[in-house]
């Protein structure tokens, strides 16, 4: 009996091992149409060397497939660093312009060097570009001009100094997220609606108006975040740097923490979560006494409801694993729980 493919597409996509969508496609002309829709629709951190090749030549020599995929996410790192002149430089320009649905884009080169012309001819319409090559600045200019469902950007770097970022549009009016280090941000909130911001702080980043923070300039913007995540590998600034100007934010994620923060914590009016994770790199939290320190933050905040300390940072084939504990207002302790990198639905 044949079933209708309504009931077959929500089953399928659950499936997210790619092995049991391969067999699925060999099955029967229905279910090799919904397996090929969900094994092609995301094609993410794969790297395998030669999955990526078939992948992308399979791509380019079919542009039916090609318009299935809604998602391509490819960091080079060591595990899969291709030479100069490996058929996937050739393969990968082709597939991209193929790519004509994608909506997510996450790439970098191993290193993160720039690397010229790989999105020209590209005419997809993405929702979600993460950039992570640093100095290509002049090559994401013209793209981003062209991206016009924008919702969410992050990139390697930005020298704001020498570019300024694209004029703000209106035919990008879902543009609500950036990630970057200062110069991104520096480059990228000004006159902008953005909501949410991930500030991820480089080797020169400025720590404060000293040496080179422009608050002043910043202020406005500021004002407008709900959402802000700050701090990464490096010494990040110190809230109280910046924490005047935030009267909108309801969730704040600090990598690392210094009780010297707790007065810019409690002059937050609207904060609602506070997430206190371990500084990139390192694999231990601090805070010695979780239980009384979440108590002395709950009696400063007036606005706080919940904290999250993360407890550990584990690693598997570079695959974060972080482990948090979360503390409600009145209650103390609620659960031990694994945070998704995604921003939390704050009420």
């Not at 970022?165 to 970057?180: I, L, N, T």
């Not at 990464?232 to 600034?237: L, Q, T, V």
């Amino acid at each position: 009996m044949d079933f209708p493919v309504e009931l077959y597409r929500p089953i399928i996509g659950y499936i997210g091992h790619r092995a049991t969508l391969l067999s699925l496609l060999l099955t029967s002309r229905q279910l090799n149409a919904e397996a090929e829709r969900s094994l092609y629709f995301k094609f993410e951190h794969v790297h395998n060397v030669q999955t990526q090749v078939l992948f992308l030549q399979r791509v380019v020599d079919c542009p039916r497939v090609a318009r299935l995929v809604h998602s391509y996410r490819f960091e080079i790192d060591w595990r899969t660093n291709f030479g100069a002149e490996h058929i996937f430089w050739v393969l990968l320009p082709q597939a991209l312009r193929a790519f004509v649905n994608l909506r997510t884009l996450q790439f970098r080169t191993n290193g993160g060097t720039p690397i010229k012309g790989l999105l020209d001819g590209c005419t997809f319409q993405l929702e979600h570009c993460y950039w992570h090559c640093h100095s290509d600045e002049p090559q994401m200019r013209t793209f981003l001009r062209t991206q016009r469902s924008l919702k969410s950007l992050g990139l390697g770097g930005w020298n704001a100094t020498l570019f300024p970022a694209p004029p703000d549009q209106s035919e990008q009016p879902d543009f609500r997220e950036v990630a970057g280090c200062y110069g991104v941000l520096n480059a990228f909130l000004p006159g902008r609606r953005i909501t949410h911001a991930r500030w991820v702080p480089d080797l020169d980043d400025p720590w404060d108006v000293s040496t080179g923070l422009d608050v002043v300039g910043l202020a406005s913007s500021f004002q407008k975040l709900k959402y802000l995540k700050l701090g990464g590998y490096f010494m990040r600034p110190h809230l109280c740097s910046i924490s005047e100007h935030l009267t909108s934010l309801v969730f704040l994620e600090l990598m690392g923490y210094d009780e010297m923060e707790d007065v810019s914590v409690f002059a937050l009016p609207l904060l609602k979560v506070l997430r206190i994770s371990i500084r990139w790199g390192l694999s231990k939290m601090s805070i010695a006494d979780p239980s009384a320190r979440t108590e002395e933050i709950f009696t400063g905040s007036k606005s706080l409801q919940f904290i999250e300390l993360e407890e550990e940072s584990t690693y598997s084939d570079r695959n974060k694993t972080q482990q948090y504990s979360r503390w409600e207002r009145g209650v103390g302790l609620v659960n031990h729980c694994t945070t998704p990198e995604m921003w939390p639905d704050v009420c």
